[in-house]
């Protein structure tokens, strides 16, 4: 068998693991569930005649670039090392997918039980199960003791989120060092992105990839910046004003904007758009006010300029200097805006600064 039939195959369960992460599981029968062993024991056949062998490095970059390919956009990961337990990453794919049926879940463990070398499979699950269902106790009598519970649960969100931007950031420097066409990996980072930002959650952890990650490894960390350019130009692209954007705790998008001089730069810049485009407001009651296209209040955008003047004081002495420089220059150069009111709402909190 050619080396082409044999990525291509690797291909073809790439795509049934990226399937079993989705919705996709709850359409999957007996047929689906065991076709998807089948490949995953072909991959675990490959790994035995790759590893240890000349050959295995280039295949390992080629098998790295699978996740490049895969349509939908998939953030999973396959290695050279990954075949050699593809069986369990499926198994492991399904359980932690929600979307899976309980009914399916007895037909996978039938399937398994069949099989004598794949007991331990099931073994080590039982008892990843049982640990985690321990840590959500415990984690559940936590919250029910905390008396401050939104507070801590913005808290938590955030948490979250970096968590899951590091693992991302980790993933996107992998997939970029194994990519060999720069031009391929800034469209599926721009794709991850598009299908990210259909959430609140995933706005979250688009904006955490810019704040501070601590404990990256040496290869993360030096491809960093490259990362980060290529999701700072798939924001520029998006249509801000209406975005779930603006949803968000501001203190995160705040927090990027201190660790990060050109999220900083960005967000500034959206935010003198987003004031842009808001347009006075006459209610039956003829009560004026102003709203963005999108229907958000000025207390919503005072809230954002405010948190960024208080958090960039005193410690990043010059983008404070370039906020306000922004904020006086749209006051000056207009009459009848937005940006008069902002100003009134903001004077005794920059009075301070």
Known sequence: MSAVIIIKNIFEFAKILSSASRDDVEKWNKASIQNALNWSEYCEEIYKHVIGQDFEDDVNQKVNQLTLFLEPVSCIRLSTESLGKAKYLLVETLLSNPKFPLSSKFILRDII????????????????????KTYSQVCQEVLNETETVERDANLLFGYKAKCEAKTLMQHLVVSMNSSEKLERFTKYCKSLCDKLSESNEGWAIIVCLFCTIQDLDEETSARLTDVQ????????????????????????????????????LMYLQILLLWADTFTPVIDKGSNFTWRSSSGHTTDSLTEHFRMLFLALSPSYEERKCKALDAVVDKVTSTDFTVWHVLAQSLVNSLRDL
């Open 113 to 132: 039980q069949e099989k004598s070398e794949c007991a331990w499979i099931l073994r080590k699950f039982d008892d990843r199960w049982t640990q985690l």
């Open 229 to 264: 350019r290529i999701i700072l130009n798939w924001f520029k692209m998006q249509d801000i004003s209406s975005s779930k954007l603006w949803l968000l705790d501001v203190k995160l998008l705040v927090q990027a904007s201190c660790d990060n001089a050109d999220f900083f």
